[in-house]
């Protein structure tokens, strides 16, 4: 089977996390060559952008956020996702770069044009075979947020966003979904964490079996 690069993408408190752990878990079972990452932190340089990025106490200006994402996401393409995908694997990736069009973009207000110009030099023109978009309403999203905030001693600067930053978030993806309906596919994400599971395998199983 060839390669594939499936990204899911969903505002904060989406489940697209725990998600993407059980489709690998499902897929590793079938006997397949899968590779999990995230972004920002998908490599070493990576980890320490991510780190430095939603730990700092100071005021990070739009731009500056946008090129972190962008230099994490170039080594990303270059050193983890571009050679998994050469060599037959699939690679599975919390966020890639709807996330910066949707966060960067819409949620900081950078200019469209500024932010598909930096998604293009990081990417080199890489895109998903498949992109899954977990949407939920964001008071349920930041419902969850504050529940696991309860629970972890330890926030970073995301964790302090509005509801209308996540609004704006939102409609970002829609915007893409409505852009590019072959790739993205929007999973309701509210309903109970083993049905939304199913829909997401099937969505991927349409996927794989292409090569079969």
Avoid at 104 to 130: F, H, Y
Wanted: aromatic residues 8%; negative net charge.
């Amino acid at each position: 089977m060839k390669g594939k690069f499936i990204t899911f993408e969903g505002i904060d408190g989406s489940g697209k996390s725990t998600q993407l752990r059980m489709l690998a878990d499902v897929l590793r079972a079938r006997g397949l060559d899968i590779i999990t990452t995230r972004e920002p932190g998908g490599t070493t340089l990576g980890r320490h952008l991510r780190e430095a990025f939603l730990e700092t106490k100071e005021t990070v200006a739009p731009m500056a956020e946008l090129l972190a994402f962008a230099a994490d996401r170039a080594q990303h393409v270059e050193f983890l996702i571009k050679p998994s995908i050469a060599g037959g694997k699939i690679v599975i990736s919390d966020r890639y770069a709807d996330a910066t069009f949707a966060y960067q973009g819409a949620g900081r207000e950078n200019s469209a044009e500024q932010v598909n110009q930096v998604i293009a030099l990081a990417t080199g023109g890489l895109k998903p075979d498949l992109t899954l978009f977990f949407d939920i309403p964001v008071e349920i999203a930041i419902s969850r947020m504050s529940v696991r905030d309860e629970s972890q001693a330890k926030k970073n600067r995301m964790d302090e966003e509005t509801a209308e930053f996540y609004s704006r978030v939102r409609e970002a993806y829609f915007e893409i979904a409505h852009r590019e309906p072959e790739r993205f596919r929007i999973v309701d994400a509210s309903g109970s964490v083993e049905d939304i599971h199913i829909s997401v395998v099937g969505l991927v199983d349409g996927l794989i079996n292409l090569d079969v």
